[in-house]
Structure formats: C-alpha cells, structure tokens
C-alpha cells in the first residue's frame, strides 16, 4: 500500500478555548498547526485540512481545506469521512487523520498504524492512557457505513472502530498526544517544548 492521505482534524469549535482555532495560536513562535504539517507531512502522500466555516483563514498554510459533509459538527468522525470521501475522489485507499491541537505526536505514527492494520486495514493509536481517536488509519473502503452510521447519530469513535475491528497501535508516552484545548494547555505546551 502507498503512503495514506493525510487528515489534519480541525473541524471542532474549539469551546474550551473561548473560539476561535486553536491550531493558530503560536507554540514556542511557530503556529500549532505548523507543527501538525512538519510532523505528519513527511509521513503521507499529501496532506488536506478538516475545517469549517472560511477557509481563507488557512490561506498560509497552503493546504486544501475540506468542511464536513454532515452538519452542526459532528465530531471528529464527521473530519474523518470528509476525508475518506477527498480521498475516494483522488485515487486514495486510506487516510490517515490528526488533531490539528495535538503539536507533539509521533514522528512515526503512520508506520505503527500501517502495522496495526493489516488485518482490517483500519487502526487507532493508543498511549498508556487510552486510545487516541483522533489519530487513526482508516480505509476509504468503509466511508459508506461511516456515513451511515453519522447518520444514525454515531458520534463516539471507538464505537465505530471495534465494529470493524480496528487494530491497536501502541505508544508508550501519553505527552506525546497531549492536545491544547485551553489555555492553560497552551502554557503546559510551551513548558514542554
């Protein structure tokens, strides 16, 4: 299999934040999403951008922006299917999805998730904590029953994913998914960095 399409998930309305799009605001100088891009580039074939509302405002970043397909945000599955359908439409068989908040994640994310996927050919990443939902591998082969089950009102991930048993990908560092969803976070980041 080549490389996944790349889904960077910044379709949310960022409420804990005050607004706004988290993935701009600067970490140590750099935008957060900047440091998504640096990350999970080097890894896929290709990257486009889950976001709604003006996509002008990504202008920068020279990334194709593409808005949910299921209204009133529906969550991070909602990004996933936008992507699976872009995909579909450009020759893809996979997408590879992160959260456009979440700075410090593996440099080698895709590989374990290619791994962890070769039974379904659909994985989620987990640290000690607990699966990470947000950064997955997922087949463009399943984009209809996603969009079926959205549908129906699905919004939790892990539901969706064991129905298809979806494969493990293992991290042992849970500062590695750490996402900035307040300010708060925002300080703790840049106390990592």
Known sequence: MKQPLGVILAGGQATRMGGGDKSLLALGGTPILQRVIDRLGPQTDG???????NATRFAD????VVPDSIP??????????AGLDHAAENGHSHIVSAAADTPFFPCDLVPYLLQAAETSGL??????????PTFGLWPVALRDDLRAALETGLRKVVMWTQKHNAGTAEFPDD?????????QDLQAAEDML
Do not use: E, H, K, W
């Open 72 to 81: 009133d945000f529906a969550g991070p599955l909602s990004g996933v299917l």
């Open 47 to 53: 990257l486009i951008l889950n976001a709604n509302g």
């Open 61 to 64: 970043y020279n990334l194709q």
């Open 175 to 183: 500062a590695a998914f750490f996402n900035v969803n307040t300010p």
């Open 123 to 132: 994985a989620l990443a987990a640290s000690p904590s607990g699966r990470q």
